[in-house]
């Protein structure tokens, strides 16, 4: 499986965009790019997916790298309760056998 | 999305004891999946619940510590076995739900957290 690198942690002001960065060099050509996040005492959310077009939902935007080799998730207008840990994590979504490997995560702390 | 109930939400118990975990999801799912997460660590993969199969175990876990259910599609449970304090942590139930219109997305509960004495 490609592996991830994120930083540890992040501040953002609230209102403001926070853009959450990911690399993963050794990614596939089949792999794809999800994001979870993880609010305190929560299970894990889905947030959005891609393999090598940008997308946008109403949560996020996820913007992927040409060469496919990085990706930002973007939280257009930050709030308090963004605040949690983000995980990137690349896997085949064609092969159902394939469940997350979740890594250590990015702590984003949105400030008023 | 899937909708998944895990109970208990939290329980205290004591060291040498065993605890179960329930989980039940809103619609038939063919992957189930087990996660353990410590404190102040990310999420690490137990087992995957086979249905009408025994289940399998990651690398450091097995059968004897963690034996696991699935007698349908739409439940699982997780056994806690002769629990230690090392065994605190947060249990998640996950469920992947495929097809086109799935996506191929993995849900997940909201966790059952446990603390060993």
């Known amino acids: ?112 | 999305s899937a909708v998944i109930s895990q109970k208990p939400s939290r329980d205290i118990c004591q060291r040498g004891t065993s605890l179960t975990i329930q989980c039940q999801v809103d619609s038939q799912v063919t992957m189930m999946f087990w996660y353990r997460q410590q404190p102040g660590q990310s999420l690490t993969l137990i087992a995957t619940a086979n249905q009408g199969s025994e289940a399998t175990y990651e690398s450091g876990f097995v059968i004897d510590k963690f034996p696991i259910s699935r007698p349908n599609l739409t439940f699982s449970t997780l056994t806690v076995s002769n629990m230690s304090p090392e065994d605190s942590s947060i249990y998640l139930c996950s469920v992947l739900s495929t097809g086109i219109r799935a996506k191929n997305i993995q849900y997940f509960g909201a966790g059952t957290r446990l603390s060993v004495l």
């Open chain 1, 1 to 112: 499986d490609a592996k991830t690198t994120q930083p540890p942690s992040m501040d953002c002001a609230e209102g403001r965009a926070a853009n959450l960065p990911c690399n993963h060099s050794t990614i596939s050509g089949n792999e794809y790019v999800y994001w979870y996040r993880q609010i305190h005492s929560q299970g894990p959310q889905y947030i959005i997916h891609g393999l090598k077009n940008n997308e946008t939902n109403e949560m996020a935007s996820l913007i992927i790298t040409e060469d496919r080799k990085s990706s930002t998730l973007i939280l257009p207008h930050a709030t308090l309760r963004d605040t949690a840990v983000y995980y990137c994590i690349v896997r085949p979504s064609n092969n159902a056998g394939n469940m997350l490997t979740f890594g250590g995560g990015t702590r984003l702390m949105v400030k008023p």
